[in-house]
């Protein structure tokens, strides 16, 4: 009778995946071409995988109205670094980073968080910022491509549809006023011929 733990496992499960879900909905219908909103997203993938979580979306949208591409999908695809995903995020970017710097080498953390950890970590602080950003450009390419094509396949594709619908609707209302115009003209010429 108490809280199940695999119970609020399963609805956690569920409501993380019916707000991905809404999500993504939401960003199908950002009005648009498919190729600007695609290009909003890419570069918000692009800068949301740099080191400056809390101004990404600042930048993501400055750049994205200088290059008038989508603003809206732009800040959507920052959120690939959020507060769940910025742990491996960073972790992936800061190794791939290391590899080409080296700082791995210079930049050893120790065991236990203390104040000596600290003050190493504010000393190589550049070195460590860069060694973000350059994981970041390394990783974020790549990245930043494959949300393009994604994102322009299914904005395209949900455009697409919606076109498709309109114009069914359209044919049928021009059908069903053809109708109620023979309608009208077989009415019209009956009370001719009656009188």
């Known amino acids: 009778m108490g809280n199940n733990p695999e119970n609020n496992n399963g609805k956690s499960r569920k409501r993380l995946f ?44 400055f750049f994205a109205s200088f290059f008038k591409w989508n603003k809206i999908s732009a800040a959507v695809g920052v959120w690939i670094s959020n507060p769940v995903s910025a742990p491996f995020l960073y972790g992936l970017t800061f190794y791939v980073g290391s590899l080409i710097t080296g700082i791995t080498e210079s930049f050893r953390p120790v065991g236990i968080f203390d104040f000596s950890y600290l003050y190493q970590i504010i000393l190589k602080a550049r070195e460590l910022f860069w060694t973000l950003t350059l994981g970041g450009i390394i990783v974020g390419l790549p990245v930043a491509v494959m949300g393009y094509y994604l994102s322009y396949i299914a904005v395209k594709r949900y455009q697409d549809d919606i076109k498709q619908k309109i114009a069914k609707q359209k044919e049928r209302l021009a059908a069903r006023k053809e109708r109620r115009k023979i309608r009208k003209k077989q009415k019209g010429s009956k009370t001719v011929t009656n009188d």
Not at 27 to 33: A, E, H, M, V, Y
Not at 35 to 43: D, P, V
């Open 18 to 61: 019916l707000s991905t879900q809404k999500a993504y909905e939401r960003f199908l219908k950002i009005r648009g071409n498919p190729h600007e909103i695609a290009l909003g997203f890419a570069l918000g993938l692009f800068v949301g995988m740099a080191p400056c979580m809390g101004i990404q979306t600042i930048i993501a949208v």
